[in-house]
């Protein structure tokens, strides 16, 4: 499992020792074969010169790249650290090697090391960005020339909750069956104009 060997020829296959004999006219004799680890030469780390929101993570992955050009996914064998750790935290758990996750607004460094070995990359964590918008209520119902209300809310990558009815665009998706208004002091302001059924939505 550490070596093989064919008509004297030896090939390593693992890091590690054995023995190898060599049997003739009913005498042998042996030798120890050592077979050495290939040596790392770089690590690169990915994504590289990453983006993270404030509420998101980010899971990196570090590539070993070795003697003969060979080169193996070492995530989970390298050191991982980040220069600033009041910005962001870099696991080195099992199961979650390499994962980012942001603190504060700002750039620094991620880097992974291994055997005397390192490998580096930015990271700048920016504001939290909005994953989603909720119009409400939700469905609404109107009586055709009666008027009502939308409101809009936003959620952020950090978990925070914005009212943004009156800082987003109002539309309709057939203004046939309803308008909404974007004017000042009554914006999300639905009117009915005839029977039917349309979305309302605020971006």
């Known amino acids: 499992t550490i070596v093989a060997v064919s008509s004297g020829t030896v090939s390593g296959i693992v890091a590690g020792s054995a023995t ?5 006219g009913g005498k042998s004799g042996t ?3 050592t077979v050495s680890p290939l040596k790392l030469l770089s ?3 990915a994504p590289t010169d990453a983006s993270l929101a404030i509420g998101a993570t980010l899971s990196y ?3 070993g790249t070795y003697e003969g050009g060979s080169t193996r996914d070492i995530t989970n064998d390298v050191t991982w650290s980040i220069d600033d750790t009041t910005l962001a935290s870099i696991s080195n758990a099992a199961g979650t ?3 980012a996750t942001p603190i504060a607004v700002g750039k620094t460094t991620v880097r992974a090391k291994l055997d005397g070995i390192e490998g580096s990359t930015s990271l700048t964590i920016t504001t939290a960005t909005v994953t989603s918008i909720t119009v409400s209520p939700s469905p609404m119902s109107l009586v055709r020339s009666t008027k009502g209300f939308a409101t809009a809310s936003a959620t952020y990558s950090d978990g925070t909750s914005v009212d943004i009815t009156t800082k987003c665009t109002w539309s309709t998706a057939s203004t046939a069956i309803a308008v909404v208004s974007n004017g000042s002091g009554s914006q999300g302001l639905v009117t009915a104009v ?3 059924s349309t979305t309302v939505s605020c971006v």
């Open 20 to 24: 190898i004999t060599a049997s003739f």
């Open 31 to 33: 030798a120890t074969i």
């Open 43 to 45: 690590i690169t780390i």
């Open 61 to 63: 992955k570090a590539t």
């Open 97 to 99: 090697n390499g994962r």
């Open 194 to 196: 005839a029977v039917g």
